[in-house]
């Protein structure tokens, strides 16, 4: 069969590898926008007046906000004397602190020195038109009892915390305070408040952090009191047990050793000095005569005297000998009396030796008694060394209990002394002002949200609503979906586009009786240059067209549900036909429900029904319409018949369509609908070709599709389809070249109207 307007093989591979790419996507959800843009127009309106309601009725809020800081410098000055020992300003400290500021006892601080449990902000159901209007309902239906203090004090908790704001300013060691209020003055005092009631807090809290430090020291003290003087009286008690007294210089066991040492070294030293002067006059003694070394050595004048005498005559004996010889008396004098001073020499040497070893003696006794002291001392030096070591622990700790003493009593004045010292590391750098413009709602981010919001929606709104747009509207769709050619769309004809075809009837005979509706049943006559006319001349021409293949006089229009307006077209097609000259027969096939029957001639008595039954001639049946000599077979009394598809499917209907052939250039069966009635197959051996009708925007993609691929012998057979009703304006966002702007821009050239 030949397909009219199918586009080409080459068209359909371009579409095809166009289809999947980024500018085709784009496309693609441009068209969505456009086909559902009265859908987003009325999202995002509604969305704005939303907005706008809301910034009408919603009470301004003004929040105002005060800057505080911890002072490091005020930190190491109380770190310094603090009895605490506060530990160093860091981050986390700094969000401990924020932490402290939101918490409930700031809260409750606030709420309590300014009274806020009265005021109607915070005890009401809320600000503006909504909050009076909901508060004012809520009343009417409730009959709790009056809130107790503490409800109330939890009630205005509640909006305090959600109307404070507390937050670090980056890594700074300041603090934003901020409160938000319907009354400007209000909201600079409470955030005032909030930095005052964590100054007193924390006041309070170094306050009573040291009173009660103060009070542990007072009986620590006591305590280490105690200890101090135990052990003080423990030393001294050991000390006299031990016999250990100290000097100015140490103990006097020591003091005695090093005397009793440095004696015996002394005496030592004395010793040995004795002992080598007698050992050097021991050796003189082995001398004739002692030389003169010698005697100055001993420092004797007797020796020296005599020695000088002793010389002097052995000088003179060596002189009488050589002169008179030895044997000279004179020589002989000298040499006795030279012998009676060596020997007085010797017995003063004696003497001498005599006293030398009595001072070695002495020297020698000394030196043993002064070791024999040393060994006394250093053996009582040794036991008051063991006694020592528990002394030094003894010592120790006093010491200890001493300094504790003494570190705690420090300690114990200074935090006397700073309970009388209020200081804080916290302080404002800036207080919180009374603010000139409101912080909420704001406008422009309230209606950019609204908007953006808006959009979103009604993007998703579009997006669902071609998800679930499960119809026909465009000719695309038709042709993709059912394999079939869209060989025009009909424009739905005022009020009466959703009527049945009995209505439709009724406003036509009301239109010829002076009522401005139109006769939709004749439309293509009365109004040849509209819209609708031109659409059913495009169904003309693809007839006409298909007919260059084969024979194509007998046409069946048909839906796939009632009220798709199959007979409105059936009847405008012929119409169409038979005003332009050709012979046309209009059949109503509807047995079910011969509508068009009803509307067309229904004063009539004989139909097909009484023809296919050989009761009545074919001429005698026939209605002829005056104006465009359309002959009209209607369906007949059809009010008992059970079987209607065993009469269209009969050798007598057969016999009937070859007839009219014979006599008429086109043959136009008004069959009925597909889904309710199998009428329709049983038609396919004698009707050329099948025009099938679906409602534009109404019929189900699934329920045609379904229909059509039950009935392979129609869809073999079809011509191809037509949208019907379709509303021009929501068509020119589907396919701007169906829709009314285009048909005014260039069809109005030609003298068509709508």
């Not at 620590?220 to 250990?244: G, H, Y």
């Not at 005498?309 to 000279?328: L, N, P, R, T």
């Not at 695309?476 to 050619?485: D, M, T």
């Not at 509307?599 to 001429?619: F, N, S, T, W, Y």
């Amino acid at each position: 069969m030949l397909q009219v307007n199918k586009p080409s093989s080459e068209i359909n591979r371009d579409y095809a590898e166009a289809e999947n790419t980024p500018a085709q996507t784009l496309t693609s959800y441009v068209e969505i926008v456009r086909r559902q843009f009265p859908t987003i127009v009325a999202i995002v309106s509604a969305c704005l007046i939303l907005a706008l309601l809301y910034l009408f009725t919603a009470a301004p809020q003004f929040t105002s906000t005060a800057s505080m800081v911890i002072d490091t410098r005020k930190v190491q000055l109380f770190q310094q004397q603090s009895v605490l020992g506060d530990i160093a300003v860091d981050s986390a400290t700094v969000e401990t602190q924020v932490e402290i500021l939101k918490s409930e006892n700031i809260s409750l601080a606030v709420i309590r020195d300014l009274h806020l449990i009265d005021d109607p902000e915070f005890t009401g159901s809320g600000g503006g038109l909504l909050g009076t209007i909901i508060g004012a309902v809520s009343g009417l239906f409730s009959d709790r009892p009056a809130a107790s203090e503490f409800e109330q004090t939890r009630k205005a908790l509640g909006l305090f915390e959600k109307n404070r704001t507390i937050k670090r300013l980056g890594l700074t060691y300041v603090m934003e305070i901020g409160y938000t209020s319907k009354d400007p003055a209000k909201a600079a005092r409470v955030a005032n408040a909030i930095a005052d009631a964590y100054i007193v807090d924390q006041l309070e809290a170094k306050y009573q952090a040291t009173r009660r430090a103060s009070v542990w020291l007072q009986d620590r003290i006591k305590e280490l009191r105690t200890q101090a003087s135990a052990a003080q009286k423990a030393v001294v008690d050991f000390k006299t047990a031990n016999n250990i007294i100290a000097t100015g210089k140490g103990l006097i066991n020591e003091q005695q050793l090093a005397e009793v040492n440095s004696q015996l070294i002394m005496a030592h030293a004395a010793t040995a000095e004795a002992k080598a002067r007698l050992d050097r006059l021991n050796d003189i003694f082995k001398q004739e005569i002692p030389d003169a070394s010698v005697a100055d050595a001993l420092k004797n004048d007797t020796i020296v005297k005599l020695r000088g005498q002793y010389v002097d005559m052995s000088s003179k004996e060596s002189i009488w000998a050589m002169k008179y010889g030895s044997d000279h008396l004179a020589a002989v004098n000298l040499r006795r009396q030279m012998a009676e001073i060596k020997k007085n020499i010797l017995d003063e040497l004696k003497r001498i030796q005599e006293s030398y070893k009595s001072d070695y003696d002495i020297a020698l006794t000394r030196e043993e008694s002064i070791k024999g002291s040393l060994a006394n001392v250093v053996s009582e030096s040794q036991l008051t060394n063991q006694a020592q070591v528990q002394l030094r622990e003894l010592e120790s700790t006093a010491q200890s209990y001493q300094a504790m003493y003494d570190n705690f009593l420090q300690r114990y004045m200074e935090s006397v002394q700073q309970q009388s010292f209020p200081i804080t590391e916290a302080r404002v750098i800036s207080a919180a002002t009374t603010p000139l413009v409101k912080s909420a709602p704001k406008s422009l981010i309230v209606l950019a949200g609204s908007l953006l919001g808006g959009l979103m929606l009604a993007f998703g709104a579009a997006m669902a609503r071609e998800l679930t747009d499960k119809v026909f509207r465009t000719t695309g769709q038709v042709e993709e979906l059912l394999g079939a050619n869209c060989i025009a769309i009909l424009p739905a004809l005022g009020a009466t586009a959703t009527l049945g075809l009995g209505e439709k009837m009724h406003i036509g005979k009301l239109a010829r009786k002076g009522n401005p509706e139109p006769d939709l049943l004749r439309y293509v006559v009365e109004n040849p240059l509209s819209r609708f006319a031109e659409a059913v001349r495009s169904v003309k021409v693809a007839v006409d067209l298909n007919s260059i293949v084969r024979e194509n006089r007998v046409l069946a229009t048909t839906s796939t549900l009632p009220n798709e307006g199959k007979s409105t077209l059936s009847t405008n097609l012929a119409q169409l036909m038979a005003h332009g000259g050709a012979r046309v027969i209009l059949v109503d096939a509807d047995l079910r429900n011969p509508s068009l029957s009803r509307a067309l001639v229904p004063d009539a008595r004989i139909g097909l029904v009484d023809v296919v039954g050989q009761k009545a001639r074919l001429e005698d049946a026939l209605v002829v319409d005056p104006e465009t000599k359309l002959s009209i077979l209607p369906a007949g009394t059809t009010s008992k018949l059970l079987h209607t598809n065993e009469i269209l499917a009969s050798k007598a209907m057969h016999a009937l369509v070859t007839e009219l052939r014979s006599k008429f250039d086109y043959v136009v069966l008004d069959m009925p609908p597909m889904a309710p009635v199998v009428d329709v197959r049983v038609t396919s051996s004698f009707v050329d070709s099948y025009v099938f009708v679906v409602e534009w925007g109404r019929t189900k993609i699934d329920v045609v599709k379904h229909n059509l691929r039950g009935s392979p012998e129609i869809h073999d057979k079809l011509l191809g389809v037509v949208l019907n009703k379709a509303d021009t304006k929501a068509l020119a966002r589907y396919e701007s070249y169906h829709g009314r702007y285009y048909y005014q821009k260039y069809y109005a050239r030609y003298g068509y109207v709508e």
